[in-house]
């Protein structure tokens, strides 16, 4: 009896460190898969290329403003800067003579059939009703070609991409390299470009590289360090 007891306690003894042994393979091979899974997770370029555009749509269109009607000079703006005069060269407005403390600003058939072709034009009037300020889209960032995908460690990734300014007829206008920029002055040229949306709107497309992470609801831009 003494010995049977014994050999039981001997079987015990031998069979705990087995299923420890057991234990760990089957947790090794578990952390194993689940890597390999994680790591085969890539971030596909056609995703990477439907968050790039998500992205630059939400960074918005560029835009200018002007004002028509009864126009107050400040000290950013006045109604005889470069941006009014092209404008008004384009057959876009009509400029008055100075009246007083306001210029008369008239905005043309064409200004107004430009104004109401464009989608996303805002037409603000001032308290008084005298002046009203057009905000307008000129511009949109649109992806070129497919983004290049790269891995960078799990859940993480980078993409190199390419966009380009997609212009509207108000854009075209203002396009830095178009005839009516170049019909003005060297320092009303630069003007245009610094203060009025002007650009090269044709020019190269920007390369940019842009970081993604994988989290619970899938595949994101990462946020900005």
């Known amino acids: 009896m003494f010995e049977q007891e014994v050999e039981m306690e001997q079987r015990q003894s031998s069979v705990v460190p087995l299923l420890l042994i057991i234990a760990m393979i089957l947790a090794f091979v578990g952390v194993a898969a689940y890597y390999v899974i994680q790591n085969q997770k890539t971030l596909p370029a056609a995703e990477a290329a439907l968050l790039i555009e998500q992205s630059l749509k939400a960074d918005g269109p560029a835009t200018i403003h002007f004002e028509s009607g009864k126009v107050v000079a400040s000290m950013q703006e006045r109604p005889q800067d470069a941006n009014y005069r092209l404008f008004e060269k384009a057959g876009l407005l009509k400029l008055g003579k100075d009246n007083g403390h306001f210029t008369p600003v008239e905005l043309t058939a064409a200004g107004r059939k430009m104004l109401d072709e464009i989608p996303g034009v805002t037409n603000t009037k001032d308290a008084k009703g005298d002046s009203v300020e057009h905000v307008v889209p000129i ?39 178009g005839p009516l920029v170049k019909s003005f002055s060297t320092w009303d040229r630069a003007t245009l470009i610094d203060k009025y949306g002007a650009k090269f709107y044709h020019g190269e497309p920007n390369k940019v590289t842009t970081a993604f992470v994988r989290g619970d609801k899938g595949w994101q831009i990462a946020p900005p360090q």
């Open 139 to 177: 511009a949109e960032r649109k992806l070129v070609g497919t983004p290049k995908v790269t891995m960078t460690g799990m859940g993480r990734a980078t993409a190199e991409f390419t966009w380009a300014w997609e212009p509207n007829k108000m854009g075209e206008l203002l396009d830095a390299s």
